[in-house]
């Protein structure tokens, strides 16, 4: 397997089948209400909007990139070869850093920020819908939603806890049967998360930053 697969096949549990959720959370729950064709034009009004919404910018030089990668690589590499290993710790800048510069984001990239407040996960994300539907060329999709993140008996668990559109909350009713959802539950069945994170203790959200834990071998 080369480098490049090996740190893709780390990061799969922390960030794209967790972090990554606040994006595809939000894309799959607005298009799907806009795309109720008898409410389109009422629904594109209230939930879209004709301009792209501001979100934060990272500057990063490629040696603090590469740095910042090849600590995660480690953690992987250890992680996957059943080492003993310190946990992995993300600061907010860190996790944005690493998803504006993987391959895998490249279509997103500028659309989305992730910011760790308390023990929560908020995405914050700005993005053109004809991405997802030509009939909405030049709306944007400007939320954020916040997630609850937690592991036990390593299964990640990433629930709903809020989430905004235009500023403005999504009616509870909407909200009731999402929030009851484990949104990582196929990142927990899915054949190339699953076995990664069964070989982790822990994934908290703390003081500003991700500290994933590996399980102690035994």
Not at 101 to 117: E, Q, R, T
Request: aromatic share 6%; charged share 25%; net charge neutral.
């Amino acid at each position: 397997m080369s480098d490049e697969q090996q740190v893709k096949k780390g990061r799969g549990c922390f960030f794209y089948g967790c972090l990554t959720l606040v994006v595809l959370f939000l894309i799959l729950v607005i298009t799907t209400i806009i795309g109720v064709r008898y409410a389109v034009n009422k629904m594109v009004a209230n939930y879209t909007e004709d301009h792209a919404a501001t979100l934060p910018k990272l500057e990063a030089t490629s040696a603090e990139i590469a740095s910042l990668e090849a600590r995660v690589k480690n953690f992987s590499d250890a992680l996957n070869n059943g080492k003993p290993t310190e946990p992995l710790v993300l600061s907010e800048r860190e996790i944005n850093e690493l998803i504006a510069n993987d391959p895998n984001f490249v279509a997103w990239k500028g659309h989305i920020y992730v910011s760790l407040v308390g023990d929560q996960v908020k995405g914050q994300v700005s993005i053109p819908l004809e991405k997802v539907m030509n009939f909405l060329h030049g709306r944007f999709l400007n939320g954020s939603a916040t997630l609850k993140v937690k592991m036990e008996d390593g299964l990640l668990y990433v629930s709903l806890q809020s989430l905004q559109v235009k500023g403005l909350d999504m009616p509870e009713k909407a909200l009731a049967n999402l929030r009851a959802q484990n949104l990582a539950r196929d990142a927990n069945t899915d054949t190339n998360n699953s076995p990664t994170l069964r070989k982790l203790e822990s994934i908290e959200i703390k003081d500003g930053a991700v500290i994933v834990k590996a399980r102690s071998s035994k």
